[in-house]
């Protein structure tokens, strides 16, 4: 049975996520793998993660911008760190992911989207960067919106879990922040996270799937 998987900001530690996906036995070929954002900046190894991320492209999975991407989308190659052509091969790929998608029952963006606009509407920095208006609003749209971009401990819950708000999943579980990394099985319900500090420990939480909103509690 495909499966459909779900990760956000990365910032860094590529080989984590290449931890938990072998750990997971996640099969490209047959399940779908969507990354929300945020592979670049705070962590060890920005470059080494987008190159990862551009693999796991090529293989089937679909990444989305996050905030930290535009920041290297309108730099020189030479601010972000690279020589002319790295920079802008990184640039080019970058520029090429989209802001959201949706996919079944759920609307996969970085930040959030903001209340009374359409989603054709919405601004790139509305998509990437939207905190409070987002995270307070009720129940926006009838899939559940699985986002990133702001730490779940910012949201009033522990570094390790995820949150849920009205048909909203945070699953930031603080990778820069120097928390965890995790990655989340939309379709048995099932999250598991890798300490940034302690990487040979994967928690693994069942979570409950609920009615036809797919929402996980």
């Not at 996640?26 to 705070?42: H, I, M, S, T």
């Amino acid at each position: 049975m495909s499966q459909v998987y779900a990760v956000s900001d990365i910032h860094g530690y590529g080989y984590l996520l290449e931890i938990l996906l072998q750990h997971v036995h996640y099969q490209p070929e047959a399940d779908r793998l969507f990354l929300l954002g945020d592979y670049v900046n705070k962590g060890p190894d920005s470059a080494g993660t987008l190159d990862y991320v551009k693999e796991l492209c090529y293989a089937g999975a679909v990444a989305l911008q996050g905030n930290n991407e535009r920041k290297w989308l309108h730099q020189l190659p030479e601010q972000a760190g690279f020589v002319a052509p790295q920079g802008l091969q990184y640039q080019q790929f970058i520029a090429a992911m989209p802001l959201w998608i949706e996919h079944d029952k759920y609307l996969f963006v970085h930040a959030g989207i903001r209340p009374d606009i359409p989603l054709h509407a919405q601004k790139p920095e509305d998509l990437t960067e939207i905190r409070e208006p987002f995270h307070q609003s009720p129940r926006l749209m009838d899939k559940t919106i699985v986002f990133g971009h702001t730490s779940t401990f910012r949201l009033g819950v522990q570094p390790h879990q995820l949150w849920f708000g009205d048909g909203k999943l945070g699953i930031d579980t603080g990778a820069g922040h120097g928390y965890y990394l995790s990655l989340v099985n939309l379709t048995s319900g099932i999250h598991w996270s890798i300490s940034v500090t302690r990487p040979e420990n994967i928690t693994c939480r069942k979570l409950r799937i609920t009615g036809a909103s797919g929402l996980a509690k």
